[in-house]
Each structure stands twice: as structure tokens, then as C-alpha cells.
């Protein structure tokens, strides 16, 4: 119903990709169908085609200028398209557009914003030193660049896309909140195959063409993502993981040693601090909202 609403603003079809769903989805989309036919198009797979697979199938079916996607456990806010289809309208240098969101529970309560205030365009080597921090159910993009996300054969995360989107020049950000992000929702993909997430980022920043960036700053990318391990596994109190992934980001990175050691401290110290300084905040101020940083 949240894109349902968009329709007042601009012209759109809503493709919706039942991936052999075993709850009420089937039910649900087909009362709406009957309502908004000229609006929705339907497609449930007999056999599971994965998030990738879902994903790939239905921008093939896409017939707009624009593609935007929205997660299934995520809403829009109003005005969300008028905003991003008048900036790429306006700006033919930006291949997609992306905004803030209001970050809520599983109950629906509010609890923070994705992110802090952040530049208005930013570059794949941003993109690379900050780590997956743009929100995916925020993204609309030139229907021209989907043929590069379809040559994807193997399973990939939205930082994957992100990626590639940069490489045909300068992303957009909105800072406004556009989207509504349900924070570990029972489908989620990171609450539930972690460790497959952890994979596919990897190979994320392996898919990116040296010839497009600055190197040094994928070298801050995989510090940052090495951090990311080194966080997870003081929560869970295992070096398993850390076990697992340091020498393969050693293996993989073009960097020494000892340089990709001092990012990682690096990255270690700033976010750690900046985590420490949101929980004194909050505890002094005496509210229960914490800061978050998302990435």
C-alpha cells in the first residue's frame, strides 16, 4: 500500500516476486491484484529461485524508465519516487538515487535513523572505504543499468549492485527518510544466513574493477570489512570467526600485512569510539533511543 500511494506522484507498475512463499502472501497479493490490476503484476515461482534468482527475474519483466526496490519487510514514506525521479530527472550524470530511512523494531516502534547526515553524491571509492552503508529498499536507478546487474550467475547481496551502480558515475543520496527499515525482521537474509552475507560482501569488493577505483581505498574497505568480523566476534565471544577470515582477507588483499593491520586498528578505534560516545549520550540524556550505526 506504501507504493500503492506513490501512483499520486508519478506513473508506475508494482512487480511483485512470490519466491514459492508458504505463508498468506498468495492470498494477500491476489485481493490486491483484483483491486489495483492495472497497477500490480504477479509472478509466484513454482520452485525457488533465491533472493538473487527472484530478483533478476523480475527486473527482466521492469518496463519503466526507473527500477526501485523495496524489501519485503520495509515501506515507503511519502513522496519517496517524486523526490528520486526529479534529481535523476535533473541530474543525467547520476546512474541512481538513494535516501535515509527511520530505522524501526520488530514491534514498529522507532529506534533510530540508518544513517547520520551524509554527503549528497558519493563515489565508489566512498563506497569502498565506509563499507555497505546505503539502504537497499531506498534505491532507484536508470532501467538501462539492470543488464549489468542480470550478468550476475552467482547469488550477490545489494552491496554488489551498489558497486557496480557507482561505476557509471556519482550515486545520489537524499537525506531525507524516504524508507521505513525493519531492523531484524524474521526474513531478514543477515538475521538468518550471517554467514552467507559475510561471503557475498567479500566477493563484493573482489567484483570491483581495479581500473575504477583508488586502491588505497579498497584497501580501507576490506579493513572495514575485517573490523566488521572482529565486532561480530566479541558480541558472540568466539575467534572462529576471526580465525576463518584473517588470512583469507590477507590472502586476497594487494596490501602488506602490516599496512592492512594498522587500517583495521584503525577502523577498530573510530567506530569503536564513536558506538562508546552514542551509548553515553543516550544514558545521559536519559532516553532509551541509542544512536545507531548501520553499515
Same mark, same amino acid.
Given at each position: !500500500?506504501?507504493?500503492? $500511494?506513490?501512483?499520486? #506522484?508519478?506513473? *508506475? &507498475? @508494482?512487480?511483485?516476486?512470490?519466491?514459492?512463499?508458504?505463508?498468506?502472501?498468495?492470498?494477500?497479493?491476489?485481493?490486491?491484484?483484483?483491486?489495483?490490476?492495472?497497477?500490480?503484476?504477479?509472478?509466484?515461482?513454482?520452485?525457488?529461485?533465491?533472493?538473487?534468482?527472484?530478483?533478476?527475474?523480475?527486473?527482466?519483466?521492469?518496463?519503466?524508465?526507473?527500477?526501485?526496490?523495496?524489501?519485503?519487510?520495509?515501506?515507503?514514506?511519502?513522496?519517496?519516487?517524486?523526490?528520486?525521479?526529479?534529481?535523476?530527472?535533473?541530474?543525467?550524470?547520476?546512474?541512481?538515487?538513494?535516501?535515509?530511512?527511520?530505522?524501526?523494531?520488530?514491534?514498529?516502534?522507532?529506534?533510530?535513523?540508518?544513517?547520520?547526515?551524509?554527503?549528497?553524491?558519493?563515489?565508489?571509492?566512498?563506497?569502498?572505504?565506509?563499507?555497505?552503508?546505503?539502504?537497499?529498499?531506498? !534505491?532507484?536507478?536508470? $532501467?538501462?543499468?539492470? #543488464?549489468?546487474? *542480470? &550478468? @550476475?550467475?552467482?547469488?550477490?547481496?545489494?552491496?554488489?549492485?551498489?558497486?557496480?551502480?557507482?561505476?557509471?558515475?556519482?550515486?545520489?543520496?537524499?537525506?531525507?527518510?524516504?524508507?521505513?527499515?525493519?531492523?531484524?525482521?524474521?526474513?531478514?537474509?543477515?538475521?538468518?544466513?550471517?554467514?552467507?552475507?559475510?561471503?557475498?560482501?567479500?566477493?563484493?569488493?573482489?567484483?570491483?574493477?581495479?581500473?575504477?577505483?583508488?586502491?588505497?581505498?579498497?584497501?580501507?574497505?576490506?579493513?572495514?570489512?575485517?573490523?566488521?568480523?572482529?565486532?561480530?566476534?566479541?558480541?558472540?565471544?568466539?575467534?572462529?570467526?576471526?580465525?576463518?577470515?584473517?588470512?583469507?582477507?590477507?590472502?586476497?588483499?594487494?596490501?602488506?600485512?602490516?599496512?592492512?593491520?594498522?587500517?583495521?586498528?584503525?577502523?577498530?578505534?573510530?567506530?569503536?569510539?564513536?558506538?562508546?560516545?552514542?551509548?553515553?549520550?543516550?544514558?545521559?540524556?536519559?532516553?532509551?533511543?541509542?544512536?545507531?550505526?548501520?553499515?
Amino acid at each position: !500500500m506504501s507504493v500503492l $500511494a506513490q501512483a499520486e #506522484d508519478v506513473s *508506475l &507498475e @508494482i512487480l511483485v516476486g512470490d519466491d514459492f512463499s508458504d505463508d498468506e502472501t498468495e492470498q494477500i497479493v491476489q485481493i490486491l491484484v483484483g483491486k489495483y490490476l492495472k497497477k500490480i503484476r504477479y509472478f509466484r515461482h513454482n520452485e525457488r529461485k533465491g533472493p538473487s534468482g527472484n530478483y533478476q527475474f523480475l527486473i527482466r519483466q521492469a518496463r519503466g524508465k526507473y527500477i526501485a526496490h523495496l524489501d519485503g519487510d520495509d515501506y515507503w514514506l511519502p513522496g519517496k519516487l517524486r523526490a528520486q525521479t526529479q534529481l535523476l530527472d535533473q541530474n543525467p550524470e547520476c546512474p541512481a538515487v538513494y535516501s535515509n530511512a527511520l530505522v524501526v523494531n520488530k514491534l514498529g516502534i522507532a529506534c533510530g535513523i540508518f544513517n547520520n547526515r551524509l554527503s549528497e553524491r558519493i563515489n565508489i571509492n566512498a563506497l569502498l572505504r565506509r563499507g555497505n552503508f546505503l539502504n537497499n529498499s531506498s !534505491m532507484l536507478y536508470r $532501467a538501462s543499468l539492470r #543488464d549489468q546487474i *542480470l &550478468e @550476475i550467475e552467482e547469488p550477490f547481496i545489494d552491496y554488489r549492485i551498489h558497486l557496480r551502480h557507482a561505476r557509471y558515475g556519482t550515486l545520489a543520496y537524499l537525506n531525507e527518510a524516504f524508507v521505513v527499515y525493519r531492523v531484524a525482521s524474521s526474513t531478514s537474509m543477515i538475521f538468518h544466513l550471517n554467514e552467507n552475507v559475510r561471503e557475498l560482501y567479500w566477493e563484493s569488493l573482489n567484483d570491483v574493477p581495479i581500473n575504477h577505483i583508488v586502491l588505497h581505498d579498497l584497501g580501507l574497505g576490506m579493513a572495514e570489512f575485517l573490523r566488521m568480523i572482529i565486532f561480530r566476534s566479541i558480541r558472540l565471544k568466539s575467534w572462529s570467526l576471526i580465525q576463518k577470515w584473517w588470512p583469507r582477507i590477507f590472502i586476497g588483499s594487494p596490501f602488506g600485512r602490516w599496512k592492512m593491520i594498522y587500517w583495521t586498528l584503525l577502523a577498530v578505534i573510530r567506530i569503536g569510539f564513536l558506538e562508546t560516545i552514542g551509548t553515553v549520550c543516550a544514558r545521559i540524556s536519559g532516553s532509551r533511543i541509542k544512536v545507531l550505526y548501520w553499515h
